[in-house]
């Protein structure tokens, strides 16, 4: 896929999404928010699919959970991946089910040599099923673990060296945790292996009700903050396709344009400078 | 942990609220709020894919004691349930009324539709749901009786919602069991000696409600 900026697809959108005229525009979804048997929704998107790459992301493989991922949930991943062949698939590294039930959440994951065994080798298994390669998202932080025997930059490198992922880099998650747990987020850019990069995410936080932690919220414009970090990452690792993610406080369709702009105007400069 | 709490219950409390949006209408935003976070707490999400979350949750309304104030609500939530199955169904291309031979169907066997969905409700839950349907603040006029609530989805983006009557119901419901046409169609007749059953059963194919079975022929 080329380089370009997409934006999360709503239904809400459906129309002024399939008459866009904008050049490398691509569209991303929530897997399983399509994992139905049929109507409107999955009609949608195959109609969108016709104009336009399409993005996968997964939200409940639960690739850090103690368990194989479920073998009826990859099926279905594997379902959509055949039937839409998007130009990229996602998931987190995180765990959402224990015990047969499942928190619509990305619990957080101590980084230590099983968790990491353990999440290659479920990746593995999910690459294998799909008969592709996956990114994998950096998660969000809201509190430190003490049980981390790796820091995360070095945790994803080896990830992505052991199971042959590649990473997708949530900027917004960055500037989140950084700010939730104290690290410096430009550092912990600094320190991604470029080449290891198929996927930046932009979004939108906010601050909870006591006023002390950042939310990763998805309901609302980029911050200028991790616009700055986008554009000095960018410019480090080169430009990558880079999704304008909003899920709350949907606005109008070309205001996501509008930021789909601004993120294509620091990628094409990337793009004019290598050339 | 709170924020993990918080996030974990709110992805719940929020494919809820996009599965039940009238019954939010009538209990308003912040008692749906409330009223979701237990029923999350008691009936967590079995999968993470929340397109069919909710399916317990008009029976568990059902079992609420302050439901009593609002005695059709779970029947509200009933028909919701049935118009997002119905949404969520599979596809299939519906049997036409040009399908059906020119002789008398009486002994064919049809299949419902995969996107059917219907039942009886002892309250007139289908009306109030239609009155949610048009612009706020049109006149929601009931009439106080038990009714019948259909959703037929013969392509992707067309949906039907009509009420039906009792013989209708009891016509799908025959069918739906593998009754041929015509013992439905009598059956509902004796029960509703004033309805067109013919009549019915040619309004329901025009809304694709059947679909041709695969392997059954018509007996000679």
Redesign the interface.
């Known amino acids: 896929m080329t380089p370009a900026a997409g934006v999360g697809f709503k239904a809400e959108h459906f129309r002024e999404a399939l008459a866009a005229p904008a050049a490398g525009l691509w569209f991303e979804v929530h897997a399983e928010n399509y994992m139905v048997d049929g109507g409107p929704r999955l009609a949608m998107l195959e109609a969108v699919r016709r104009e336009r790459p399409l993005s996968l992301h997964g939200v409940g493989m639960s690739l850090a959970g103690a368990a194989e991922p479920d073998a009826d949930h990859l099926a279905a991943l594997a379902r959509l991946v055949d039937r839409f062949e998007p130009a990229l698939v996602s998931e987190h590294l995180a765990w959402s089910r224990l015990d047969g039930r499942c928190f619509p959440d990305l619990l957080p994951v101590p980084r230590t040599n099983d968790v990491l065994a353990r999440c290659a080798a479920n990746i593995g298994r999910v690459q294998d099923a799909l008969g592709c390669q996956i990114l994998i998202e950096n998660p969000t932080h809201y509190l430190s673990l003490r049980e981390h025997s790796w820091s995360e930059t070095s945790f994803l490198a080896e990830l992505a060296r052991r199971s042959g992922c590649g990473l997708l880099i949530d900027v917004n998650n960055v500037a989140v945790g950084a700010h939730n747990v104290g690290f410096d987020a430009a550092e912990w850019l600094a320190a991604i292996p470029a080449e290891r990069i198929g996927e930046i995410h932009l979004a939108g936080h906010s601050l909870d009700a006591e006023g002390t932690l950042l939310i990763d919220s998805h309901d609302a414009p980029v911050s200028d903050n991790v616009w700055e970090l986008y554009r000095a990452f960018v410019a480090r690792v080169g430009p990558r396709p880079t999704l304008i993610e909003r899920d709350g406080n949907l606005p109008a369709f070309s205001e996501l344009m509008r930021e789909r702009t601004r993120a294509e105007s620091v990628l094409t400069g990337e793009l004019a400078l290598a050339a | 942990?709170a924020?993990?709490r918080n996030?974990?219950l709110?992805?719940?409390v929020e494919?809820l609220r996009a599965n039940y949006p009238v019954v939010e209408q009538i209990v308003g935003f912040e008692m749906f709020e409330a009223v979701a976070v237990d029923y999350a707490a008691e009936c967590?999400?079995?999968?993470?894919?929340?397109?069919?979350y909710g399916a317990r949750f008009p029976d568990w309304l059902e079992e609420q004691g302050w439901v009593e104030d609002i005695p059709y609500l779970p029947d509200v939530a009933r028909v919701e349930r049935l118009h997002v199955e119905?949404?969520?169904?599979?596809?299939a291309e519906p049997l036409r009324p040009i399908d059906l031979p020119n002789c008398e169907p009486k002994d064919r066997i049809l299949r419902l539709h995969?996107?059917l969905r219907f039942t009886w409700l002892k309250t007139p839950a289908m009306s109030i749901w239609l009155g949610h349907q048009r612009p706020m603040g049109s006149e929601l006029k009931v009439d106080w009786k038990a009714e019948g609530a259909l959703f037929a989805?013969p392509k992707?983006?067309l949906l039907h919602s009509p009420r039906i009557g009792p013989a209708a119901h009891r016509l799908l419901f025959g069918i739906g069991l593998g009754e041929t046409v015509g013992t439905a169609s009598s059956a509902a007749s004796r029960l509703y000696p004033d309805e067109d059953c013919d009549a019915l059963l040619s309004s329901l194919l025009n809304l694709g409600a059947f679909v041709a079975p695969s392997t059954q022929r018509i007996r000679p």
């Open positions: 942990m924020v993990y996030t974990v709110h992805g719940a494919a967590p999400p079995r999968t993470p894919v929340l397109a069919l119905s949404l969520m169904a599979a596809d995969p996107a989805r992707p983006f």
